[in-house]
């Protein structure tokens, strides 16, 4: 059991930072564009991606499940119960949040700081940076949401995963099983590794940003 | 002879298709300080907006040393000028981080930077706050940080959007006689914008009026002040007695303005029989008690009645009913020393060579 948590937890950790930063990946120049265009159905668009915030994993898992499925669309990409699938599920799900959050991050922002940066000679790119630095707390509390998002869902992993020993089982869905099966110690055990996991990663993100706080 | 730095012609600017900036032509010289006044929503930020290539106006051209702005791109434009807001606008870094901002973004050596850096924290006599976070500046510090981050870029335009209109007293003055200074020592030519008149006489070369969007009058600061063109800049620059008349003599720079019964002289050259507004400002009427026989070379004197008293600062305004409302402006000295009350009967005296003529 005990190198079965160490394999779990480590897998766990993969998929959901991974998850997590192709998220960031995504969500950052989106969420930058969406808070700084003036294009006209930005609105519209922000509210899907707030919706997006709020997505179910279950219904992203039966999504990804049925585009992924053997005999589904992508089925020949023969990704289903594999941590690739697990890895796409969660990136749906935390992408929105970094992505609702980032805007939000930088709408809060002075607008005219924009035109104080264009007016000192700043290229498009280097106010941009600008503007991030400047909204660096909220920023990493997008990324802490996002990961807290996929570190904790179960019912994406569990559907597109699959649960499999030594290849897809995670934290939380080790924990399904384990409490399924009656092994409450078990199920006990792995949830204050799931708890102090998470707790760990968002102290690394929060020394990180409070240091920027002064 | 003075080069034009910047030229701006027949600029139109619209929201919502409502005109809020209309400049037929206005021209700054190189290493002047043009000084734009107007009220709150006047179009002054939208000017300077434009004139930083922030804005892009509905149509109409900028020049800049005789070339098209558009010619130019966009970032080498904003990075030949420099821009100061009225909020100081500082980012979450030192104050060092924050004034070398602009020489990073024009990727200059790190030495330079720091030289340049030092040298304007310097200047602006903030060099002993250069390790601190912006945002434990007061809010003159924080101004000065932002002045320093302009100058340091060497600017060939400088645009400053009302820099201190949000300063307490005290810390507005001095900041304002520093800036003087800095601006006659590196003859970097400016737009200045303030809704103060007190800033504009004392940091612009010249004055340019905005009102309601439109360019009504440019000129010397004392031009723009005694001789406003029309009423409405009259009102604005504080000149408060403008009363409409007719001349009905003229003759050898002498004019008689008839106005409302009362015959008033003043000095130019206006014909007989134009409609004008005769305009005076506060300062050049004096007051003294109807009896005293006052010896003066004044060739205007009305009688009249106080209809009012208002203290403003250490002058007190007073408004005189002499059949049409008078706006004299004495000290509060003299106002004690001769025990003006409301009501009182008084003489209110002006030179001929104090009025400012209007045709309308």
């Not at chain 2, 009220?39 to 106006?57: C, D, E, I, Y």
């Not at chain 2, 020489?103 to 850096?117: G, I, M, Q, Y």
């Not at chain 2, 250490?314 to 509060?332: F, H, K, N, S």
Request: aromatic share 4%; net charge positive.
């Amino acid at each position: 059991m005990t190198a079965d948590i160490f394999e779990i937890t480590l897998l766990s950790l993969q998929v959901s930072i991974l998850a997590t930063g192709i998220s960031l990946f995504i969500g950052l120049p989106m969420g930058t564009w969406l808070a700084l265009s003036q294009l006209r159905g930005r609105k519209v668009i922000l509210s899907l991606i707030n919706t997006g915030m709020a997505l179910p994993p279950v219904v992203v898992g039966l999504t990804v499940a049925i585009l992924l499925w053997r005999s589904g669309p992508l089925g020949s990409l023969r990704l289903i119960y594999t941590p690739t699938a697990i890895i796409i599920a969660q990136t749906i799900i935390a992408a929105p949040v970094v992505t609702g959050l980032t805007a939000s991050a930088l709408q809060q922002l002075d607008p005219r700081l924009r035109l104080q940066l264009m007016g000192l000679g700043a290229s498009p790119v280097q106010m941009v940076i600008s503007l991030w630095r400047e909204a660096r707390l909220p920023l990493l509390a997008a990324l802490m949401a996002g990961f807290g998002s996929v570190i904790s869902e179960v019912g994406a992993s569990m559907m597109v995963g699959g649960n499999i020993r030594h290849q897809t089982r995670v934290l939380t869905t080790a924990i399904v099983l384990e409490t399924g099966k009656g092994e409450f110690q078990n199920a006990i055990a792995l949830s204050i590794l799931l708890l102090i996991l998470a707790y760990l990663v968002n102290l690394g993100l929060t020394i990180i940003q409070q240091r920027g706080a002064r | 002879m003075t080069e034009t730095i910047l030229s701006v012609k027949d600029l139109l600017v619209k929201r919502s298709e409502q005109t809020v900036l209309q400049v037929n032509s206005l021209d700054i010289q190189q290493g002047e300080v043009l000084a734009v006044i107007g009220p709150n929503g006047a179009g002054k930020s939208t000017l300077l907006l434009v004139l930083g290539r922030l804005l892009q106006p509905l149509c109409g051209q900028v020049y800049f040393r005789g070339k098209p702005i558009e010619q130019e791109d966009a970032l080498t434009y904003r990075r030949r000028i420099a821009l100061v807001l009225q909020e100081p606008l500082l980012m979450h870094q030192s104050v060092f981080d924050n004034v070398a901002a602009g020489l990073k973004f024009r990727s200059l050596p790190r030495a330079e930077v720091k030289r340049r850096t030092d040298e304007w924290l310097n200047r602006l006599e903030i060099a002993h706050l250069s390790n601190r976070p912006a945002h434990r500046l007061s809010g003159g510090e924080a101004q000065r940080a932002s002045l320093a981050r302009a100058f340091a870029l060497q600017p060939e335009l400088l645009l400053l959007d009302e820099p201190f209109s949000a300063l307490d007293a005290p810390t507005r003055v001095r900041l304002l006689q520093d800036l003087h200074t800095l601006l006659s020592q590196t003859s970097i030519t400016t737009v200045f914008i303030t809704h103060d008149l007190d800033e504009a006489l004392l940091l612009g070369d010249r004055v340019a009026v905005l009102l309601g969007g439109v360019l009504r009058q440019v000129g010397r600061p004392q031009d723009v002040f005694t001789a406003p063109s029309d009423g409405d800049v009259a009102a604005f620059v504080g000149v408060e007695t403008v009363i409409a008349g007719n001349v009905t003599a003229s003759q050898n720079g002498q004019i008689i303005v008839e106005a409302d019964g009362l015959h008033l002289e003043a000095v130019g050259d206006v014909p007989t029989g134009t409609r004008v507004l005769f305009c005076l400002r506060p300062e050049d009427i004096t007051l003294s008690h109807p009896e005293s026989a006052m010896i003066s070379s004044a060739r205007n004197r009305l009688k009249g009645r106080i209809l009012r008293m208002t203290p403003s600062g250490p002058l007190v305004r007073v408004v005189v009913d002499c059949g049409l409302p008078v706006v004299a402006l004495i000290t509060r000295g003299s106002a004690n020393e001769m025990k003006l009350t409301e009501g009182q009967q008084v003489t209110a005296t002006f030179k001929a060579t104090a009025v400012h003529l209007i045709p309308r």
